[in-house]
């Protein structure tokens, strides 16, 4: 299975990793094996558990609002030509702009609490989902399409019943992205000015050399992030369960 | 050859008692003075064409000739660059009046086979029990009962194309288009869906685009050639006998040769 392959691939890093520590010998403040990660983990549980905790409350939200306004955006712009017409340059621009440019500006506005870290997260986000949501219900299969007008189907019927549906495949590979890339949008918004998170953590430690510490906040967060990863992508494969059965087709053609 | 007709039938005892719905008649279709150009191009000048209504009519020519195009022009899916006058017996006006079968399915994967010939009424936002009811009726007479609940994917490519038929019927349109919809099956397959399809369509007014001569010697009342010069139409071939035909009849032999002489273009029309 797919998350067997995963831990196996992790734990065949962990050994690499405690290899080049032990064949090269660097000193701990520069590179710390993985035993002693493990034990500034255990030894920081507390702040790292209250930080994480803060972290993920940021991505949670960052991801369910970006995919709420990403969703409702995709949907006016099928709907309407002319909001079309005005949504597209703002889809466009959400993704020119480099958001790790826009951290400071946002800070500024929404303050070193959870709220700019979450705005960071939906920014970007913002773009997959729209992308991906609204690609996949304008590909909709057009002979389905002109099937559906010869049957005189309402326009609203037409987008709840085909568009959507057919759009879901997309929108779960845009939901997929946006999951790996929420957590970053949260840490850097943590890193341009915080004074909770992961983040804010990992700078903190660095600033005293706690380099073990650091890295165990970056281990708790690589987990938080494949965790919500995982998770997405098994609610997206229930959701879209046709495709599975169609991919069992496949081989015969 | 006898000349088609413009006559306004309509199916045996269905217009005796009261009002019929539109969905008991079997109106002609008449297209007068049809043009049609897409993105400059002219594909039809002029073109007047009479289908008969309560019969199978199918139309052969050679692919790029328009054939499809005349489909959806009649369905109403192409109504830009169209000139001229289209009627379904008294009426002018297309909304209602067609039902679309393709040479894909179109099943939708995300819904199962029953909801999928019951798709037209859902989309319409009338599917009600007494629809749902008809649909699992309509699934038995096709040899399809046990696969209601099942979705599409599960099931061969000619039982996909008998679900498609069945949503054709279910639109209880008094027109039914069809555009090469059993090309993609296997020839025993193929048969075979065509004998089912002229026993559940008999009665209706049927257009059927096909590139292959002995599908139309088998099913068709009347066969057209149609030309690549602007929707040129041969004048109508009258098989002998009911459809469907029988594959190995040898009457249909040599009209096939016929047939295909015509799509050569050695003979005109």
């Known amino acids: ?253 | 050859m006898p000349v088609n007709s413009g006559r306004y039938r309509s199916v045996e005892g269905s217009s005796s008692n009261g009002s019929p719905g539109i969905s008991d008649l079997a109106p002609g279709i008449f297209l007068e003075n049809v043009s049609f150009a897409y993105s400059e191009k002219e594909i039809f000048r002029g073109l007047n064409f009479t289908v008969e209504g309560g019969l199978w009519t199918c139309l052969i020519g050679p692919s790029g000739c328009g054939k499809s195009t005349l489909l959806r022009i009649i369905s109403g899916t192409l109504r830009e660059g169209l000139t001229g006058s289209i009627r379904f017996g008294g009426f002018a006006r297309q909304e209602g009046f067609t039902a679309w079968m393709a040479q894909k399915d179109l099943l939708l994967p995300w819904l199962t086979v029953l909801e999928n010939v019951c798709l037209g009424a859902r989309l319409r936002g009338e599917l009600t029990e007494e629809k749902r009811c008809k649909a699992t009726m309509l699934l038995e007479s096709a040899g399809l009962s046990g696969y209601a609940q099942v979705l599409p994917s599960r099931m061969s490519g000619g039982m996909r194309q008998r679900a498609a038929l069945l949503r054709t019927l279910m639109e209880e349109r008094p027109v039914i288009l069809m555009d090469e919809p059993f090309s993609a099956l296997d020839a025993l397959t193929r048969l075979k869906l065509q004998d089912l399809a002229a026993k559940l369509v008999r009665g209706k007014t049927v257009l059927m685009v096909t590139h292959d001569p002995l599908e139309a010697l088998r099913l068709g009342h009347r066969i057209y050639v149609m030309h690549e010069n602007r929707g040129r139409l041969s004048r109508a071939i009258v098989p002998p006998g009911t459809p469907p035909r029988k594959a190995g009849d040898p009457a249909l032999a040599s009209l096939q040769e016929h047939l295909l002489s015509l799509l050569e273009g050695k003979e005109s029309a």
Do not use: C
Not at chain 1, 147 to 153: P, Q, S
Not at chain 1, 175 to 197: D, F, H, M, N, Q
Not at chain 1, 202 to 219: E, S
């Open chain 1, 1 to 253: 299975m797919n998350l067997m392959r995963l831990l196996a691939v992790a734990a065949g890093l962990v050994v690499l990793w405690q290899g080049v520590v032990l064949v090269t010998g660097v000193p701990h403040f520069i590179l710390p094996g993985p035993l002693q990660v493990i034990r500034a983990a255990l030894a920081h549980q507390g702040p790292l558990a209250h930080h994480a905790g803060i972290t993920l409350v940021e991505i949670v939200s960052g991801l369910f609002l970006g995919t709420l306004v990403g969703v409702s955006s995709a949907l006016s712009m099928i709907a309407s030509r002319s909001l079309k017409r005005w949504l597209l340059p703002i889809l466009v621009v959400s993704q020119a702009i480099p958001v790790f440019a826009l951290a400071p500006l946002l800070i500024l506005w929404f303050g070193y609490g959870m709220l700019s870290k979450v705005a960071m997260a939906v920014l970007i986000i913002y773009f997959p989902i729209t992308a991906s949501f609204y690609d996949g219900m304008r590909q909709a299969d057009p002979e389905w399409l002109e099937l559906a007008k010869v049957m005189d189907a309402k326009p609203m019927a037409v987008v709840r019943h085909i568009r959507i549906p057919a759009a879901l495949p997309a929108f779960a590979s845009g939901l997929r992205v946006a999951a790996a890339t929420a957590p970053i949008g949260a840490v850097v918004g943590e890193w341009v000015g915080s004074s909770e998170g992961l983040g804010f953590y990992m700078l903190h430690a660095n600033a005293r050399m706690q380099i073990d510490a650091m890295f165990a906040a970056l281990t708790v967060l690589a987990v938080l992030a494949l965790s919500l990863y995982f998770l997405v992508d098994y609610a997206m494969n229930r959701i879209v369960f046709w495709q599975k059965e169609e991919r069992k087709e496949d081989p015969k053609t």
